[in-house]
């Protein structure tokens, strides 16, 4: 059986794949950060001579290009996808032998994007496996809708196609490995989760396959939200051809830049779990932790082209969000600092407190508080406390005005974006109480009255 090495990038849910015979290798949808695709292919003993996108991508900035120069590699994109660089043009039908025992054959599956291809892996002439994209995933497919609403209709129902494609062609036992469906936003609702499948699984319990056409399409709609603002700039940034990124260390800052750049109206984002952050922070700072999905999050809020500072407990957190950040374009920074509040600022240490459901329950019997639920809508319409306001994380600065007035206790499902939501709110001056617990586990626990809605 071929090696097939997993590359996960679990803060945009997708995965990369490095695929040998043990002498000859080929990627599929490497990220842009390459050096830990060339790393994998080093300790294996292995040489890159193929790279393959599945489709142009609309949540992160490819490596694919930078990594065939790399290499030297053969780098497949769609014939038909529009792109301003050399590239070895595949059309679906076609193979491409990679070494004597390992051939790669496109399948036409559109639905994530109009030119979007998998990949059929075969090994001495038997089907192995299937690398689909966004196409099918586990226990969904990718969404139909980064191409804009006027596209949105037909590629539902290619996307349906599609799926029905790959299970008559591929054997039972063939694995799906698929790039986007561990958290990413490129999915049509949630998965099965799980860490692996087959187009036996799949025809079992993927909706794709299991409902009728019309049904499938019309939950398939019903179910689509917001994705994150930074993927309108992907697409042309991966036709362009984006260049390997510069990872070099961004320039050091003091407290008096710090300050400059927080009075200039920039973006200076404390890097530290939310923890340290409620217990002290620079004052008008942000929090987006790197214990979540950090470039989702802060691509999807930042004005784009703001300029960007960072403040990190060491030199390495630093560098994991600077390469967090080149996966979704971001490259220029305005510098970073490390240490902690007091090394950043002259000013005594902005804090808040952080509670629990239980908390927020027994203060409730004391004084008048407002809650703010900054989960997605449908989250909240599921199940959400009595009285909240619900403004999801996305939406928050676009409607800063909307939330509660007074104290005010923010939650989301279980504390990630509402320690974001908190830092906004707290650097515009309000009164914020980090509700850091699990929404689910221990709402009802608390005895808080809890609305939910009977349908879902």
């Known amino acids: 059986m071929p090696r097939i090495i997993t590359i996960e990038t679990p803060s945009l849910g997708d995965r990369t794949y490095l695929v040998h015979d043990g002498r000859k290798a080929f990627v599929v949808d490497p990220q842009r950060d390459i050096d830990r695709v060339t790393e994998a292919a080093t300790q294996a003993g292995v040489t890159i001579t193929h790279v393959f996108e599945t489709h142009i991508h609309n949540d992160y900035v490819t490596g694919g290009l930078a990594l065939a120069r790399a290499t030297g590699a053969s780098y497949h994109v769609n014939a038909e996808d529009s792109v301003s660089f050399e590239r070895t043009p595949i059309r679906a039908g076609e193979t491409v032998a990679v070494s004597e025992s390992l051939t790669v054959r496109a399948i036409a599956t559109p639905g994530h994007t109009f030119t979007h291809l998998s990949y059929a892996l075969e090994e001495d002439g038997e089907n192995v496996g299937v690398f689909t994209g966004g196409s099918l995933l586990f226990g969904t497919t990718g969404r139909p809708d980064l191409l804009g609403p006027e596209h949105t209709d037909a590629l539902v129902r290619h996307q349906y ?52 056409e019309e049904a499938w399409v019309a939950d398939v709609l019903a179910a689509l939200e917001d994705y994150p603002a930074y993927y309108v700039h992907m697409g042309a940034a991966n036709a362009g051809g984006p260049e390997a990124p510069d990872l070099s260390e961004p320039r050091r800052v003091d407290k008096e830049a710090i300050a400059r750049s927080l009075e200039a109206g920039e973006w200076v984002i404390d890097l530290r779990t939310r923890t ?80 629990t459901f239980a908390d927020l329950e027994q203060v409730r019997h004391h004084r008048k508080v407002a809650v703010l639920d900054v989960r997605r809508a449908s989250e909240h319409a599921a199940s959400h406390i009595e009285d909240a306001v619900n403004i999801p994380i996305h939406q928050l600065l676009e409607r800063l005005d909307e939330a509660p007035s007074g104290e005010t206790w923010v939650h989301c499902a279980s504390g990630y974006r509402a320690s974001i939501a908190a830092s906004v709110l707290a650097a515009d001056g309000r009164h914020v109480v980090l509700v850091d617990d699990d929404f689910d586990q221990h709402v009802k626990d608390a005895a808080l009255p809890v609305v939910e809605d009977a349908r879902v």
């Open 161 to 212: 196609a599609s799926a029905h494609r790959l299970a008559d062609e591929l054997p039972d036992d063939a694995s799906v490995l698929p790039t986007h469906g561990f958290g990413s936003f490129c999915s049509a609702g949630s998965g099965g989760g799980g860490d692996s499948s087959t187009i036996g699984a799949e025809k079992k319990a993927n909706a794709a396959l299991t409902d009728t």
């Open 276 to 355: 340290a952050y409620a217990a002290g922070h620079v004052r008008g700072s942000l929090n987006i932790g790197l214990d979540g999905q950090f470039s989702t999050y802060l691509g999807w809020l930042i004005p784009w082209g703001t300029p960007l500072t960072l403040l990190g407990e060491s030199a390495e957190q630093v560098a994991d969000a600077q390469r967090e950040l080149v996966r979704i374009g971001i490259d220029e920074l305005q510098g970073s600092a490390t240490g902690g509040p007091r090394d950043w600022s002259e000013g005594a240490p902005g804090a808040y407190e952080r509670a």
